[in-house]
């Protein structure tokens, strides 16, 4: 499997672990890297930063934008990377302004009225650089 492959749908479920191993999932949009892998960006204030920041082992799966699984879909086992700036944080910037780009403010109201992000908060500040594991790995 390719990251282009894999990240050619609109969204993918992303599921992070907490600290005891419980895993929470979240529906993100994800591109293709230059260097194989399945980039993401994420705000630094959100949940879901704070706990990659403590286990990096990720799943992330097709889905719709509401996080329901494809009845076709195939998780892949992945180790995130958090990358705050250089050449391959700009290209996961502009590949997702490329893919999104009239959904991210639409995007952004809708989670500020939902109460998910507020005014002066980073929206998407990191990006999410997923090595995904081989068949039989990880």
Known sequence: MTAESITNGRHMLLTTYRKNGVGVSSPVWTVAVSDGRVGMWTGSQTAKFKRLRHDPHVTIQSCSAR?????????????????????????VQSKIHAKYHWMIPLVTRISRLQGRYTKGEPFGDRAILITVAAKGEG
């Open 67 to 91: 996080g329901k699984l494809k009845s076709n879909s195939t998780p892949f086992e992945g180790t995130a990377e958090i990358v705050e700036n250089g050449p391959l944080f700009d290209e």
